[in-house]
Structures are given as C-alpha cells and as structure tokens.
C-alpha cells in the first residue's frame, strides 16, 4: 500500500511561480511514476506531466517551457515546478503515482492564478 500527499498549491500572480510537491510513502521498494493531472472548475481531469520510472520526463505542449518535473528518490517525492503561471492554469493538481502496477492518486491542492 502506498499513501501520496500533494501539497504546494495557492494563490499567485499571473507570471509568478509555484512548485507542487507529491509524497509518497508506504512499502516502497523500486522508483515510482508521477504523473501530474489538473482538473480545472467544469472540465475533465487533463494531464499535465510524467516521470517515469527510469526518469523520462514529458509535459503538454502548453507547459513546455514553463513547467518541470522532477522526482528526488531518496524521499520518494516527485515536484512540479510551474513558472510563468498564467490564469488558465487555475485548477486542482493532483499526483498520480504508479507502484508495483497499482496507481494511486493524492489528495490534490489548489492552485489559483489571479490578480
């Protein structure tokens, strides 16, 4: 069994930064795979970016150049790091975390983009 926690969200300028967190414990015993979703107010949950297992790493067009995902193993905790925010990025961030074949999502945190 695996617990995530994502935390990291709040309130920001347009063109300020953010840097979610996604922590995952429990009995883990090889790398993890992070994904990281948002679900903005009457829309679907959309991807925004991955980090596999061996380390590769994609982001939605709209995030490239804005958005990095990175993953510290030795705390099991993977970290999207958004800059640039714009307020279309407003949305519930939630971590997806693949382990032994069985996925896991966090709990989400909000990320609001306004002036």
């Known amino acids: 069994q695996v617990q995530v926690v994502d935390s990291g969200g709040g309130l920001v300028q347009p063109g300020g930064s953010l840097r979610l967190s996604c922590a995952a414990s429990?009995?883990?015993?090889?790398?993890?795979?992070m994904a990281w979703y948002r679900q903005a107010p009457g829309k679907e949950r959309e991807f925004v970016a991955i980090?596999?297992?061996?380390?590769?790493?994609n982001t939605i067009p709209s995030a490239k150049g804005r958005f990095t995902v990175s993953r510290d193993d030795a705390k099991n905790t993977g970290y999207l790091q958004m800059n640039s925010l714009k307020p279309e990025d407003t949305a519930v961030y939630y971590c997806?975390?693949?382990?032994?074949?069985?996925?896991?999502w966090g709990q989400g945190t909000q990320v609001t983009v306004s002036s």
């Open positions: 997806r975390v693949v382990h032994n074949g069985f996925v896991y």
């Open positions: 429990g009995n883990i015993k090889s790398a993890l795979m």
């Open positions: 980090i596999t297992s061996g380390g590769t790493t």
